[in-house]
């Protein structure tokens, strides 16, 4: 993008994993314009994360997505997980966005999104396709699962001392910080470098047995691997999922039972022009803050 100062769009910038783009882009001299829910505390914290501008909105309103993308510079978007019209949704907003004349697009899909035995991962596949028939200089993102995940049961792990998936101990599956992520989105959106590149974003491939050595080391207490059946595990994960969610996460970590995901961090590296944040860093980020709470 050549516009010194961007005005940049972030879809969902309030939520867990597009929060983190949001100060990136500020970072380097992006002005945010924020699309989230018509919610006083979504306005409220897309502002603390530095936001310029908020605007409220729904994907699945087209009326909404055109006075979103209006004068904007380029787009940042992410779907919302396993929703069943995250495809319909995505190509709504880069067909939106190709009509308001803007000139970069990120769109943050996922590894592997041919595998289409998966279905949370096929429906980024139209998205991906959507943008091929523009004029855009688009860029896509293909990151492995995110560290950020094992973020969310850190609490459970240090008191019951078990780091417990759904799939073998022995599976190895490719991780990434996703503030590296943020990072090459925020480039991406700000410089040429990466234009019309399609980037695998892997930190590394670990199994559990792996990581619970490494929880262990960065805590000073014996951490074990746990194997629980999905519903077991999804009854004490209450993620905020209907069945038919909860169906299509059963079926990703089947595969990861079966074959596991793997992942190169060749690019990742190439495109930070820098080391990515390991996997033993980022637990040892959470094993500090847990110290700093006793």
């Not at 829910?37 to 914290?45: F, G, H, L, Q, V």
């Not at 234009?195 to 490494?214: F, K, N, P």
């Not at 262990?216 to 038919?244: C, H, K, Q, T, V």
Request: some cysteine; overall charge negative.
């Amino acid at each position: 993008m050549r516009a010194p100062n961007p005005t940049v769009l972030v879809v969902g910038a309030t939520g867990r994993f597009a929060g983190l783009v949001v100060p990136e882009l500020v970072r380097r001299n992006a002005s945010v314009r924020a699309l989230v829910r018509d919610r006083p505390a979504n306005i409220e914290k897309a502002r603390k994360l530095g936001a310029s501008e908020v605007v409220t909105g729904d994907l699945r309103n087209h009326q909404s997505l055109e006075s979103a993308v209006e004068g904007v510079d380029g787009v940042f978007h992410i779907g919302p997980a396993f929703a069943p019209d995250e495809a319909a949704m995505g190509v709504a907003m880069v067909e939106a966005a190709s009509r308001a004349g803007v000139r970069k697009f990120v769109f943050s899909s996922v590894i592997q999104p041919t595998n289409t035995r998966l279905e949370n991962h096929a429906s980024k596949v139209p998205v991906e396709a959507a943008l091929y028939s523009t004029d855009m200089e688009y860029t896509i993102l293909h990151p492995a699962n995110f560290m950020q995940n094992i973020e969310a049961g850190w609490p459970f792990i240090v008191e019951h001392g078990v780091f417990s998936e759904p799939f073998p101990t022995t599976a190895k599956l490719a991780r990434v910080d996703y503030r590296d992520v943020a990072e090459v989105a925020a480039i991406a959106l700000t410089e040429a470098r990466l234009a019309y590149a399609t980037l695998e974003l892997c930190a590394g491939m670990h199994s559990r047995d792996e990581i619970v050595s490494m929880m262990g080391e960065e805590l000073g207490l014996p951490i074990s691997a746990g194997e629980p059946a999905f519903g077991e595990w999804a009854a004490n994960a209450r993620l905020p999922y209907s069945d038919g969610q909860m169906y299509l996460l059963a079926k990703v970590f089947d595969h990861y039972a079966h074959y596991g995901v793997g992942g190169n961090s060749l690019t990742l590296r190439a495109a930070l022009g820098r080391e990515p944040r390991s996997l033993r860093s980022f637990i040892g980020e959470l094993a500090q803050r847990s110290a700093r709470a006793v």
